[in-house]
Every structure is written in structure tokens, then in C-alpha cells.
């Protein structure tokens, strides 16, 4: 729960904080998994492994450019790997099975009612604390998660544990009642659309389960909630205008297609691109290298699909065994739930992935590690032909190995994080405090580290080949507009002038015209100092 809470959200890791709390929870029960008698899972979890594997062997072949992004994708899939064990171990157990899950009803509650007092703060101005992300101008209130989206999903969650709770008889009729209108107000107030879809295939898996387990709501309460949440989504901007505040209604936001382009576009990426990918965690690259194909001015570091993004990342082949894999395996886990707990720990699970077929919940480890936990605790309760043993000792020494790395990347990211903050100053010229190196001597977070060396590199002349192909991954791992024209800048000045001319044209396809021009007038500022730049304002 204090991943959802905390209000530390820093550049160049927004969530850093949070995803460091859901690992260390995973790692607290691991540690009480260790305590049963035996460690029995599924031999199905093993195919995790071999995914989080991928990502190493992409750099060890150069795909990935930089370790750290194959490192973090292989500590989020391992995470989740352990969150299944942990969630299979524990629920096969009957002393502590139904122990964690009430755990995690209580927390999915609580962090949806406290989010939902910050998003409340938050609409109505209020905020001005530490404790609370301040809400942009204009913005839609996101809680301390920053994400308006990510905020409407854990609400949906929230929804979903106390129809868990009525259901256990926790709370009475009434009591459960108003604590879901309190919570769909407050998934209203995201002016989010993914809960749209999201409920409909909640409501439906919740429909055919029916048969197989007679839930206390009634298809009428449903409705009335459906009829309330869509009552909340049209008085919310003529409440939000009378009390003056900003508002943006959903309808139109519902008008804005630029996702269904950006779709499109990475479909086309799969089919041209290479045939095992573009490496996990570089969807930027396929949109650089498709932009001359089909732009879109939408520069994104995900597809917004997690199909899409498993297809980018491994490629169509790969790829598709992977998402084939996955659809049977959750497929046959909904088949056979017959229990409140798994049809409630596959009802978040619908949540999550159909916001991921709209958004990217599940790269961020609040949301991955929860869902893992929920999942294993569902395969424990089928019967698996194959079952794998795992030695206490091996969990052990995986453990303490996984925590040491983590306490390096934390060691690391905090050096980063302060650094980053003072290039920060030094590009808008505050202060005269600056660096004494070009980036902090880290080894595993490399491609922030990178990143920072690149800021502090002035393009010039006679730079090596060397130095112009590093620049050129480190501008296309995101293509910012600055980056990109740093990269064309020092191009220019080494006389690749079409290679530079081309790194403009992919400003313009990425970022518009606005910024185009206002990179040619740059340039052509330039252009007295150094002559041969001319050759790229033609």
C-alpha cells in the first residue's frame, strides 16, 4: 500500500520510490514463503524465467543498448516470478492462504480510500503539503500515484475488494454501498475512459461465474452503480464549473484518435523491424525507425498495448509465443475458478489487463507484483500435472543475491537522481554550482548515467565516429527534440550533413513543426561560427 501513497515522484525516475517499496514487499514474502514446509509451484512459472532471461541475451547480442534496461526488465519479470511462488505457496497453505489475501483486500481498500481523499484535495486546490503531489494546472486529479489512469484502476480495485469484503459479510449492505459510490465518484473524477472497457469485462467474468458461485449483489445493484458512475461522468464538469475549477469532460477526450495512430504504427514496426525484436524496454526505437513510414507526432516510449509491446520488444515470432502462452495460461486458470478468492483475484486481473490493452499499469511494479501475487494464488488451487520443487537454500541464496542487487541500484539511483537534478540546473543556467565529472561512476543504472554524459557533451568539431554512434543511441533512447538536435548539431559539424538533415527530418515527424523551426533558427545562429552547417539549412 505505501507504494500507492508515497508522494516522491523525481526525475529521470518518476516512480523509483514506488517500484522500490512493491519489490522490497515481494522480498518480506518470499521471506515468510521460505517458513513452509515445502515450496511447490507449478512447472508452468518456469517459463517466466526463461522470458526474463530474453532481455540479457538481447544485449549480450547487441540489441539492447544499454545494460540497465535489459538488467530492470529482468528484475520486473524475476519479481513477478517470485510474486507467483509467494502467491502459490501462501495460498496452498492453509494456515497463512487466506491470512494474505485478507491482507491485500484490507490494502487494496485503504489505499483506495486514502487516494481517493488525496484526488479530492487535489480537484477542489486544497493540496499545498508535502504529503500530496501537487496537481498541474489543468491536470486531472492522479492522487499520489501522478497518473490519472493508474489512479482510476486502483480505485477499480478498490471497487472489486469490497464487493470481496460484502461477500466475506465484512461489511453490512449499506455500509459497502456507500463506500462504493464514495470510490466510483472517485473513479469519475480521473475522467478516465479505460474504466469503461475495464468494467464491462469485469461485469461479464463476473456474469459467467455466476453459475458457479451464487455472488449476495444482484444484477440490479450492478446496474444502479452502472447508472450512478455514468450520472458522475456528465455532472462532473457542471459541478466542476460551478465550483470554478478546471475540468475537461470525457466526451471530448473520447474525440482524441492519436492512439489508434500510434497503433498503427507499431504494427507496421513489427512487420518491417527485426525479426526478434527491438529488445525489451525500446519500443522509442521502432517509432524512430518508422516515423519516415507512417509519423506520428506523439513521441512515446510504450505502444499503450502489452501485446504490442510484448510483439515490439521479441519480435513477431518470439513475441507471439510469448502472448499465445500467456492467453492459454490465463485462460485455463478462469475456466476452472470456482472459489470467491480466485474469481475476485482474476476479476483484478481483468482490470489490469484490459487497462493494459489501453496503458502500461503493468510496468509499473505496484500493479505487476500485486497481480502476481493473485495469479499464483490461483494456480494453487488447481491441480497441475507438472509441479516443480524448489529448495529453501536456492530460494534463499536467489533472495539474498536479488536484494544486494537491489540495494546497489538504489545506492546508484540516488547518485543519479541528485546529478540529474543538477544538470537540471545547469541547463537553465541557476545557480553556479555544477558537476565535477560528466556523469557519477555507476555500473548497472548506464543508460541514465549515459544520459547525463550526453547533456554535458557540447557538440564539436572532429569527434570520433566512436562518439557520434554513441550519441546516436543515446538520442534515439527517447528521441527528445533536445537530443535529437545535439545529434544532428554535432552531425553537422563532422561533416555528415544528410545523416544530420535526416536527424531534423525525424525532429519534425516526432515533434512537429514548432520545433522544427525553432531547431533550424538555432542552427542558422550557428551558422556564422561554422560555415559547414549551411549544408543542412538548405
Request: glycine share 6%; with cysteine; proline share 4%.
Amino acid at each position: 500500500m505505501l507504494s500507492w501513497v508515497l508522494p516522491n515522484h523525481y526525475y529521470p525516475w518518476s516512480s523509483a520510490y514506488q517500484e522500490f517499496a512493491s519489490f522490497l514487499a515481494v522480498a518480506i514474502l518470499v521471506l515468510g514463503a521460505i517458513s513452509n514446509c515445502y515450496m511447490k509451484v507449478p512447472a508452468s512459472f518456469l517459463f517466466f524465467v526463461f522470458v526474463a532471461f530474453v532481455p540479457l541475451v538481447q544485449f549480450a547480442f547487441g540489441r539492447i543498448y544499454f545494460f540497465s534496461s535489459a538488467l530492470l526488465s529482468f528484475l520486473y519479470l524475476i519479481g513477478f516470478f517470485f510474486a507467483l511462488v509467494v502467491g502459490c505457496v501462501f495460498f496452498r497453505s492453509s494456515r497463512n492462504g487466506g491470512y494474505l489475501l485478507d491482507v491485500m483486500v484490507w490494502a487494496f481498500m485503504l489505499g483506495a480510500v486514502i487516494s481517493i481523499w488525496i484526488a479530492l484535495k487535489q480537484w477542489l486546490l486544497l493540496s499545498g503539503s508535502i504529503w500530496i503531489v501537487d496537481m498541474p494546472p489543468g491536470g486531472r486529479p492522479f492522487a499520489n500515484l501522478a497518473q490519472p489512469n493508474n489512479l482510476a484502476t486502483l480505485l477499480g480495485i478498490g471497487v472489486l475488494a469490497v464487493l470481496y469484503a460484502y461477500e466475506k459479510s465484512w461489511f453490512g449492505r449499506y455500509s459497502a454501498g456507500i463506500l462504493v459510490l464514495f470510490l466510483l465518484f472517485g473513479v469519475a473524477l480521473t475522467q478516465s475512459r479505460t474504466p469503461w472497457l475495464a468494467f464491462m469485462c469485469v461485469a461479464f467474468f463476473w456474469f459467467v461465474k455466476r453459475r458457479s458461485y451464487k455472488f449476495r449483489v444482484g444484477s440490479k445493484v450492478v446496474f444502479f452503480w452502472l447508472v450512478y458512475y455514468c450520472a458522475c461522468v456528465v455532472a462532473l464538469p457542471f459541478i466542476s464549473s460551478f465550483l470554478m475549477l478546471d475540468s475537461t469532460s470525457l466526451a471530448a477526450r473520447a474525440q482524441s484518435f492519436e492512439r489508434l495512430a500510434l497503433w498503427w504504427q507499431f504494427i507496421l514496426a513489427i512487420w518491417h523491424g527485426p525479426f526478434w525484436g527491438y529488445g525489451w524496454g525500446q519500443v522509442g526505437l521502432a517509432q524512430v525507425e518508422m516515423s519516415s513510414l507512417y509519423p506520428v507526432q506523439m513521441l512515446t516510449a510504450h505502444s499503450h498495448n502489452v501485446v504490442l509491446d510484448l510483439m515490439l520488444w521479441n519480435g513477431p515470432v518470439l513475441g507471439l509465443i510469448i502472448v499465445v502462452f500467456l492467453f492459454f495460461w490465463f485462460l485455463r486458470m478462469a475456466l476452472n475458478a470456482r472459489s470467491l478468492e480466485s474469481t475476485f483475484a482474476l476479476s483484478v486481473a481483468c482490470l489490469l489487463l484490459t487497462h493494459g490493452m489501453l496503458e502500461l499499469p503493468l510496468e509499473y511494479a505496484y500493479f505487476l507484483l500485486p497481480l502476481g501475487v493473485l495469479l499464483g494464488g490461483v494456480a494453487a488451487e488447481h491441480h497441475n500435472s507438472y509441479e516443480i520443487i524448489f529448495s529453501k537454500k536456492m530460494i534463499s541464496v536467489i533472495l539474498v543475491l536479488s536484494m544486494s542487487l537491489l540495494v546497489v541500484i538504489w545506492r546508484e539511483y540516488r547518485l543519479l537522481e541528485e546529478d540529474y537534478r543538477l544538470m537540471r540546473f545547469e541547463s537553465a543556467r541557476i545557480g553556479f554550482l555544477k558537476a565535477d565529472q560528466p556523469a557519477p561512476d555507476v555500473l548497472l543504472l548506464t543508460e541514465v548515467r549515459e544520459f547525463l554524459r550526453f547533456a554535458r557533451t557540447d557538440p564539436a568539431e572532429n569527434m570520433s565516429k566512436e562518439q557520434l554512434q554513441w550519441m546516436r543511441e543515446v538520442a534515439h533512447r527517447p528521441a527528445y527534440a533536445p537530443s535529437l538536435l545535439r545529434y544532428a548539431l554535432s552531425l553537422g559539424l563532422n561533416g555528415e550533413p544528410e545523416l544530420a538533415s535526416k536527424q531534423l527530418q525525424l525532429l519534425r515527424e516526432l515533434h512537429g513543426p514548432v520545433a522544427y523551426e525553432n531547431s533550424l533558427s538555432y542552427l542558422r545562429a550557428l551558422e556564422p561560427e561554422h560555415p559547414q552547417l549551411g549544408a543542412l539549412l538548405k
